[in-house]
């Protein structure tokens, strides 16, 4: 087993050839700090700047000015948070929805304790916000809701639109962060038509690598910053720039911005393609979010009595990598937070596979997963102490 | 990615014995379905020896892996020797498993304790008559249902001191966590228990006389069996020092014929203190 079939890009995804070359320079011969005088500075000074527009138009954001590097999507979503709070301590009340990524989620557990009164809304069945709920939580002392764009583990689009009216309707004083990690690169973002205060996003969603972070400020919010130091990032990030891994985020946006119709045609239609023929020739299967409003390439699956970090260990065997919302994977002893809040059934919850593309996936590897896929299911459905149950359900799918 | 051994991943790639044993003679089962690992096992039974085991398994790769060993351990075995088999020997014969995994183990043993708990020679009671007795069982961790005897167990057998090892071999304490006060009051009950039975109940005179009785009554008699003895030389502190005698004398297991048997029958009856040295 050489091959490698990465169809798990909402973990990470492939370093673009042309972002390494972008970033390579600046990690060789022009390694000067970009704060210093001298004119050997003004390479990776003026990177910075072009990089900073590059994201600026990728975001759609007022001016550069709104644009803070940080070193990951999880410090970008905590600066948003903290500094909106911190910024103004009179308000202690927050808005979240209970399938947000650890990395927000964790946060405001921490915040619970530091006298926060968090509000968590809830999904339904298919992976939807519960908006009726969302705007009746919000009164006077929201200080912040906190919504991601897109679901990691299920893809489903929350209306960032819609909430961000409502949010101006009952509290326009209050702040809007939508974590965008797994938007990024996938669905047009536009930062103004989306309404938000604060956007977070990451650069190794997208093609960049790993360690790059963003966070749009809009121009009339405050935040206070959490790390202190030099004037970097106009004060709001302290700290020398990481001035490769900067140009790396900065080109990477703009390919990911001429891909948006890729994403949009091919991967969605590969992705489909996937979906249907897993659905089709696997009778213990089932998409757990329903044919909505998804990220072209997240498909989530559940393969009923089945448990998914077997399935993982049988794909990695043949080179397939995926993820899995199983407890064992991740050794949590709990399945997944987002299917639970789903209220996925037991039966497929453990069972469950995330596969998500990228513009590298291939036709072939597609028709590969789509072949093997039948037979591993098979014989782990043949381990499977629920005989009589499977028994029942393949006689009411045929 | 876990740091599966080998054995491990051969395991779960080609599990032994998979199915069920129609006309079996005694079946057990653990887990459940949403808890996200469940085991059945099926035995065959002739003449106290276990001549057929199947199991089925829904779980992670350790998980299927434990079962799928546990088979082969026991098939050709006497009933009396498969009931000692513990969870750690489950992991043992695995080569290990990571930390987190072992109740996979814990897993198979407790399956495997359901199949034998309803097995008598004069005739098997079916999983699907079985009722099973409204026990006071107290259940610790409502989450993964697990009760404060299995707690004990896995304590007793795997020598676990912190809450998060517990969790890792039962899962109790693994999701909302309230019950990790209760689980650290049962590790700090069993220990002191431990610490008072040892301290109040033995004089220096009555320990070697209880060493004594041990070796003539339990380990001699096994050590007989293979055409060995053992003698009791002298008991200096916690050192319990034997001669072998017969077969077991230079035999390449001697060694591990100490470790794992006379010292583990010492140490559960006696004092979990005692060290075992061989003399000649």
Redesign the interface.
Known sequence: MDKIIYLDNNATTKVDEQVLEAMLPFLKEEYANPSSIYDFAKTPAKAINKARGQVKDFLNAESEKQIIFTASGSESANMAIRGVLNSNKSKKRIITSKVEHPCVLNLFQALEKEGYKIDYINVNSKGELDLAQLEESIDYDTALISIMHANNETGVIFPIEEISEIIKCKNPETKFHVDAVQTAGKIPLDVKSLGVDLLTISGHKFHAPKGIGVLYVNPRTVITPLIIGGHQERGKRAGTENVPYIIGIGRAAEIATDNLKYEATEVKRLRDKLEANILKSVFNSRLNTGMINRVPNTSNIGFE??????IL??LS?LGICASSG????S?????SHVLRAMNVP??SI?GSIRFSLSKYTTEEEIDYVSDNIPSIIEKLT??????DELEALRKLKS | MWDYSEKVIDHYRNPRNVGKIDDADAVGQAGSLACGDSLKIYLKIENGIVTDAKFQTFGCGSAVASSSILTEMIIGKPIEEVRKITNKDIADQLEGLPPEKMHCSVMGYEALEDALKNYTPEGYVGLDEIKKPETAEKIVCSCFNVSENQIWEAIKNNELKSVEEVTNFTKAGGACGRCKGAIQDIIDTYYNREKTEEKSTLTAAQKILKINSIIENQISPELRKDGGDITLIDVDGNNVLVKLRGKCSGCKNSELTIRAFIETTLRDAVSKDLKVIEVC
């Open positions: 009595y089945i448990e998914g970090e077997l260990l049988h065997d199983s407890a064992c994977t050794g949590s002893l709990e399945p037991f039966t453990h043949n381990l499977s102490p629920f005989q």
